[in-house]
């Protein structure tokens, strides 16, 4: 039997890096997936062709994060394909970096709404439908505990505000037997932070590892606090950064 053998997943913004490598896997270790996507639609059905063709079972939902009603369709519309929901994945992230007197209010909205009020609202939903053994897991960043830098503040202050959010949950459900965890991913080689980018190297010259993390590394960690092993794990966080915050 798979590790994740028929367990039930919603992946928020799965269409490309991180959600994508972690729907693969996912699907890989047996899940069922559904995971959302915004403006990536072909990405998104590329990606549902490619599981489906080998064997896994997974679905695509156009679903806004950065809007309530979006998120709690996309949780009923995984409840009702695959009759039940055991794990929410909490990707769907955005990044504004500039210096902070060029911020302006309508980009605190757009980053505090997709990265921190869609995780709750997405909690929210799924808790109705979640049982003992069940999971939420969350994806925040090194930069939570590490800022590195100017022109990092609101993204740091979002990311940092889901440590808050996973050790109150924690507490909320771990009577029901629900654990709540988050994943901080350090330099991931995705769109959002190329390899190649303009901040690379600098990134790399802080890291104790050379190189850039895969999307499949992060992946292969949440497929793991997914699973039974990982049954004593919440509340906490898991870093993955090459070594970045060492
Ligand atoms: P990408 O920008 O490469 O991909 C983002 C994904 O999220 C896409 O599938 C995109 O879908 C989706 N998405 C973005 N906005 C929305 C929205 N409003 N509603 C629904 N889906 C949305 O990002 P990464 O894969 O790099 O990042 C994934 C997570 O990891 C984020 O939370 C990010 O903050 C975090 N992270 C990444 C790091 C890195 O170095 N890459 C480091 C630390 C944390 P679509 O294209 O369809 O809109």
């Given amino acids: 039997m798979k590790k994740l053998e028929n367990k039930v997943v919603l992946v928020t913004g799965g269409s490309r890096g991180i959600g994508a490598a972690t729907v693969r896997r996912l699907a890989a270790e047996g899940a069922h997936v ?18 489906n063709a080998t064997g896994g079972r ?3 939902i156009g679903a806004d994060s950065a809007k309530a009603g979006d998120i709690i369709n996309a949780v009923n519309k995984t409840v009702a394909e695959f ?22 209010i309508e980009e605190y909205d757009q980053v505090m709404t997709v990265n921190v009020k869609a995780v709750y609202v997405a909690a ?6 979640l049982k003992a053994g069940g999971r939420i897991i969350t994806i925040g960043s090194n930069m939570a505990d590490n800022a590195i830098g100017p022109q990092t503040t609101l993204y740091t202050m979002s990311k940092s505000a889901l440590q808050g959010f996973t ?10 037997g629900i654990s709540v965890t988050l994943v901080q991913p350090g330099p991931t080689e995705t769109d959002m932070n ?8 600098h990134a790399r010259s802080r890291m104790a590892l050379a190189n850039y993390g895969k999307a499949e590394d992060v992946a292969g960690l949440i497929s793991y606090l997914a699973s039974d092993e990982a049954r004593q794990i919440t509340g906490s966080w898991v870093t ?7």
């Fill in 83 to 104: 009759g039940g929901l055991d794990v929410l994945v909490n990707n769907a992230g955005i990044y504004i970096g500039k210096d902070f007197n060029e911020h302006t």
């Fill in 124 to 129: 929210l939903e799924a808790v109705k439908h």
């Fill in 58 to 60: 997974t679905i695509a």
């Fill in 240 to 246: 993955i950064d090459g070594g970045f915050n060492a």
């Fill in 194 to 201: 190329p390899a190649e980018g303009a901040h690379a190297d």
């Fill in 34 to 51: 559904a995971f959302t996507y915004t403006r990536s639609p072909e990405k998104a059905n590329a990606l549902v062709a490619e599981v």
């Fill in 167 to 176: 050790r109150g949950l924690a507490r909320d459900l771990g009577p029901k």
